[in-house]
């Protein structure tokens, strides 16, 4: 079973369109994420949800909205999409919304505007 | 402003050799993680180092904590090729958050 998974793999969109992430876990974990990571491997967080409740928001442009319907879920929808989107984004989650606890990342959504 | 600067970003060695990679930040962090990224995939926790001068081995990888809790280094001991490659450290500025700041990562090959 995988323990994040996170769908679609790949992400392939015109430029204005708008799109979803969907993220599950199965690990019974209180925390999610989600994580940007751009062509130089450069991995920023963008978001962190703690049992429902947004806790971290890196000023991420609102046209991306996260949405967690229950803790094992947390979803990405990007509104208006523009070129400098595409990138990779991981989904993530850890027991406890603490340090030094091991974060769980899906294979990611490799998306591409063109 | 990058905040934890991975060095080198890119080691092209061959089957047996050793290497350090290194993670510098002129900040504190409360915890540094390593991780290892494959291809297509997520990145994988290799180890959380969390006390300033901490040594932690994992097989042929030793990882170090510095003093004031500022750098943190990887060493690998006659690598193989499976030991291939993108290393991130990642800091936690705080205990009370699983807020993560990334290097940019190292990218290893390491060649049969």
């Known amino acids: 079973d995988t323990a994040v998974s996170q769908t679609p793999k790949y992400l392939v969109t015109q430029m204005g369109n708008d799109k979803s992430i969907k993220c599950e876990q199965n690990l019974g974990h209180d925390t999610m994420y989600w994580y940007k990571q751009d062509s130089k491997k450069f991995l920023k967080i963008m978001f962190s949800?703690?049992?429902?409740?947004?806790?971290i928001n890196e000023t991420v442009p609102n046209r991306f909205s996260p949405k967690s319907p229950d803790k094992a879920h947390l979803n990405l929808h990007i509104n208006s999409l523009e070129l400098g989107d595409s990138a990779v984004y991981f989904c993530?989650?850890?027991?406890?919304?603490?340090?030094?606890?091991?974060?769980?990342f899906g294979s990611g959504t490799q998306l591409s505007v063109l | 402003t990058q905040l934890l600067e991975q060095s080198p970003q890119f080691l092209s060695i061959q089957e047996g050799e050793n290497l350090t990679v290194y993670c510098n930040s002129s900040s504190v962090f409360s915890s540094l993680q390593w991780y290892r990224q494959e291809p297509g995939e997520g990145p994988v926790l290799l180890v959380t180092v969390v006390t300033g001068g901490e040594v932690k081995k994992l097989k042929r990888l030793t990882f170090q904590f510095g003093d004031a809790r500022k750098d943190s280094s990887l060493h690998i001991t006659a690598a193989q090729p499976g030991d291939t490659g993108l290393y991130l450290c990642?800091?936690?500025?705080?205990?009370?958050?699983?807020?993560?700041?990334f290097g940019q990562g190292t990218t290893l090959q390491v060649k049969p």
């Open positions: 990642a800091g936690a500025r705080s205990s009370n958050t699983g807020k993560l700041i």
């Open positions: 993530a989650s850890s027991p406890l919304d603490r340090a030094n606890e091991k974060l769980f």
């Open positions: 949800y703690n049992n429902k409740e947004l806790i």
